[in-house]
């Protein structure tokens, strides 16, 4: 189960704070919330993963596809960290 929480940074910035399992199927939940605050012309969104506790390898290729310039990925555990490499790595 996966709880996703908007925060407003400020005008240029929104965090989304996840906390619990991220999965494939509760990633597109994750995306679909980037890609409406994407849609807000120069708005970064930043991925808040500190309350995540395990992420499936299919999320985590989902998530490195999903990292841009305006899409960051901050406070990662090193276990979802080393798992966001290898899935970038693979790409």
Do not use: W
């Not at 989304?16 to 939940?29: H, I, P």
């Amino acid at each position: 189960m996966l709880r996703i929480t908007e925060y407003l940074e400020n005008d240029k910035a929104i965090r989304l704070r996840l906390d619990g399992t991220l999965s494939s199927e509760s990633f597109d939940g994750v995306a679909q919330l980037c890609a409406r605050h994407q849609s807000h012309a120069g708005q970064t969104v930043i991925v808040d993963m500190a309350g995540v506790n395990f992420m499936h390898d299919a999320a985590a290729r989902k998530l490195a596809r999903l990292r841009t310039e305006s899409v960051r990925v901050i406070n990662c555990s090193p276990f979802i960290a080393a798992l966001l490499d290898t899935a970038k790595n693979l790409e």
